[in-house]
């Protein structure tokens, strides 16, 4: 994937940066139908072959990616993030929204390793992995937005891009699908016109945001995957971590996680093996953003008295 760490834009700039491409309303003359969509045939994790317009698009709002099962960089932090924007979503999951992860490997991932993927990161109702064909592929990810040119250049050859679309109403946006889920939940559900019926506190009520450097790279960049005392997430629990682990060791593996599994090192590939085999991506973190989420974890110890 690109390198730029899309999760520091801040929800007030994103959303300035998302693409909305308009059809108008629902018609015969749609142009982001049946006419522009190849109907080509995709597999999806459980073996079943589905039409990419016919079974997937038409008549439903979607949220699409793409992804391969043995990316090093962000694509574990894309399916762990959208496996929580997933949760928020709850029963709308499969009835007013659907999920579609299309691999751009699909030499590798196969069904069965799409299902095996799927289920390493809780997977629900809704959600489709999918492979097919090289050139189908190509061309259904060119249609959909998620192949550009300047992609070819970088390091995994596509970018972390999460397409929405409404297929009646013919209009889609672009988001980043390693931001806030829970930004991102508002965010499709405003732009699909869903209702919240939940209460909602004034304004007046909200508490002051106050976040120090360490905890908002922290909140924004790990809490996915990590807790500081709530338990294991897709990743270990980070309580007491800067007393078990060397300094200089955890410094490095934060900053070059994926060059120190591929040396072998042999704190890395036993997290990896325990942890289901979930790479933890490189977020590309400067010094002293390493440095304040350590701080940060270390205060959050303090905290608590360990």
Same mark, same amino acid.
């Given at each position: *994937?690109?390198?730029?760490?899309?999760?520091?834009?801040?929800?007030?700039?994103?959303?300035? /940066?998302?693409?909305?491409?308009?059809?108008?309303? +629902?018609?015969?003359?749609?142009?982001?139908?049946?006419?522009?969509?190849?109907?080509?045939?995709?597999?999806?994790?459980? !073996?079943?072959?589905?039409?990419?317009?016919?079974?997937?698009?038409?008549?439903?709002?979607?949220?699409? @990616?793409? %992804?391969?099962?043995?990316?090093?960089?962000?694509?574990?932090?894309? =399916?762990?993030?959208? +496996?929580?924007?997933?949760?928020?979503?709850?029963?709308? *999951?499969?009835?007013? %929204?659907?999920?579609?992860? %299309? =691999? %751009?490997?699909?030499?590798?991932? =196969?069904?069965?390793?799409? #299902?095996?993927? +799927?289920?390493?990161?809780?997977?629900?109702?809704?959600?489709?992995?999918?492979?097919? #064909?090289?050139?189908?592929?190509?061309?259904?990810?060119?249609?959909?937005?998620?192949?550009?040119?300047?992609?070819?250049?970088? #390091?995994?050859?596509?970018?972390?891009?999460?397409?929405?679309?409404?297929?009646?109403?013919?209009?889609? *946006?672009? @988001?980043? /699908?390693?931001?806030?889920?829970?930004?991102?939940?508002?965010?499709?559900?405003?732009?699909? !016109?869903?209702?919240?019926?939940?209460?909602?506190?004034?304004?007046?009520?909200?508490?002051?945001?106050?976040?120090?450097?360490?905890?908002?790279?922290?909140?924004?960049?790990?809490?996915?995957?990590?807790?500081?005392?709530?338990?294991?997430?897709?990743?270990?629990?980070?309580?007491?971590?800067?007393?078990?682990?060397?300094?200089?060791?955890?410094?490095?593996?934060? =900053?070059?996680?994926? #060059?120190?599994?591929?040396?072998?090192?042999?704190?890395?590939?036993?997290?990896?093996?325990?942890?289901?085999?979930?790479?933890?991506?490189?977020?590309?973190?400067?010094?002293?953003?390493? +440095?304040?989420?350590?701080?940060?974890?270390?205060?959050?110890?303090?905290?608590?008295?360990?």
């Amino acid at each position: *994937m690109q390198g730029r760490n899309w999760g520091r834009v801040t929800a007030a700039l994103l959303a300035g /940066a998302v693409v909305f491409l308009r059809g108008g309303p +629902a018609s015969a003359d749609n142009r982001w139908g049946a006419d522009y969509f190849p109907n080509v045939p995709l597999v999806t994790q459980d !073996g079943a072959t589905v039409r990419l317009y016919d079974d997937l698009l038409k008549g439903k709002s979607v949220a699409i @990616n793409v %992804i391969y099962t043995s990316c090093k960089d962000e694509c574990p932090l894309e =399916t762990a993030r959208l +496996a929580q924007l997933q949760r928020l979503l709850g029963e709308r *999951m499969g009835k007013e %929204i659907f999920f579609y992860s %299309i =691999t %751009i490997d699909p030499k590798r991932d =196969t069904p069965k390793v799409l #299902k095996a993927y +799927a289920e390493k990161y809780g997977v629900g109702p809704g959600w489709l992995f999918l492979t097919g #064909k090289e050139e189908d592929i190509r061309l259904a990810t060119k249609k959909l937005g998620l192949s550009r040119v300047r992609d070819s250049v970088s #390091k995994d050859g596509h970018s972390a891009s999460l397409m929405v679309g409404n297929e009646p109403a013919g209009l889609w *946006m672009r @988001n980043s /699908a390693v931001d806030n889920p829970q930004f991102l939940a508002t965010t499709i559900g405003n732009f699909l !016109g869903w209702k919240d019926t939940a209460p909602r506190k004034s304004y007046a009520e909200a508490r002051p945001l106050v976040l120090d450097k360490g905890e908002y790279f922290f909140q924004s960049q790990c809490s996915v995957c990590h807790s500081v005392g709530q338990g294991d997430k897709m990743g270990p629990d980070l309580a007491g971590v800067t007393a078990r682990r060397d300094r200089s060791w955890l410094v490095r593996y934060i =900053t070059a996680p994926d #060059k120190m599994l591929a040396e072998g090192d042999p704190i890395a590939v036993a997290l990896f093996e325990k942890y289901q085999y979930a790479r933890m991506p490189n977020l590309r973190l400067s010094s002293d953003e390493v +440095a304040a989420v350590l701080s940060y974890v270390e205060g959050r110890d303090a905290a608590r008295g360990r």
